[in-house]
């Protein structure tokens, strides 16, 4: 068991049979749901599942819808990223996430591997994305 | 990297969590700002300072507003709550 971070195979593959929309507001609903140290996450992980999800105050099955960035270029990269996303006055313990396509059948797009148990309690659970570069970008295509 | 050579890479995320509270207006000021501007670690000298200074000018007038914007809304919360 263990969640590593990468990009989705299958979301590369569906990349080019247009299946993702990353544009904002007009673009595709993405969410990203958080597990726990029991899930098995990474490269192979192809849709979103509640096994091992994360329970607990302020937390709601499926996670928090994101707020996507327009994909913009910088230089030879192309980038894209998401707003900061908060689960306010939760008690989670969570170890890693996985950012999906609610759109297009729930679809897997990146697992995120927070390294170890990340816990809030009675307080705000935050994930805070990366520099929008083409060096930190959440996602990047080169 | 030129541009014929392909590949498609993850970010890494952060996780900023608290106890018993929220997080401290800097911690959002912080994060508006990265959002707003990002100065590039490879840029020249001149130029990088420049911009670090003016992140940090963003940095006080964000915080500035947060600051405002809680305590207007404090004060119209407990106004709301004399009533």
């Known amino acids: ?142 | 990297m030129d541009g014929n050579s392909g590949f498609m890479e993850a970010g890494f995320v952060q996780v900023a969590t608290t106890q018993g509270g929220g997080h401290s207006l800097e911690f959002f000021a912080e994060r508006i700002v990265a959002k707003l501007i990002h100065v590039s670690e490879t840029a020249p000298p001149p130029i990088r300072d420049q911009a670090l200074a003016y992140q940090e000018r963003m940095y006080q007038v964000v915080l500035d507003g947060l600051r405002r914007a809680v305590a207007s809304d404090r004060a119209y919360f407990l106004k709301d709550k004399e009533k």
């Open chain 1, 1 to 142: 068991m263990a969640i590593t971070n990468a990009i989705c195979n299958s979301f590369k593959q569906e990349l080019m049979q247009k299946l993702h929309d990353f544009t904002l507001s007009t673009g595709n609903v993405f969410k990203i749901a958080m597990y726990t140290s029991a899930a098995t996450l990474g490269a192979a992980t192809t849709a979103y599942s509640a096994t091992n999800e994360v329970t607990g105050t302020g937390y709601t099955a499926g996670g928090n819808t994101l707020t996507n960035i327009t994909p913009t270029l910088s230089a030879n990269t192309a980038l894209t990223d998401f707003q900061d996303t908060t689960w306010p006055t939760s008690t989670i313990t969570a170890n890693g996430a996985l950012i999906y396509n609610s759109t297009n059948g729930n679809r897997a797009v990146i697992s995120l591997a927070f390294g170890a148990d990340k816990i809030s309690s009675a307080g705000d659970f935050t994930i805070v994305f990366p520099a929008p570069d083409a060096s930190n970008a959440i996602i990047r295509i080169a």
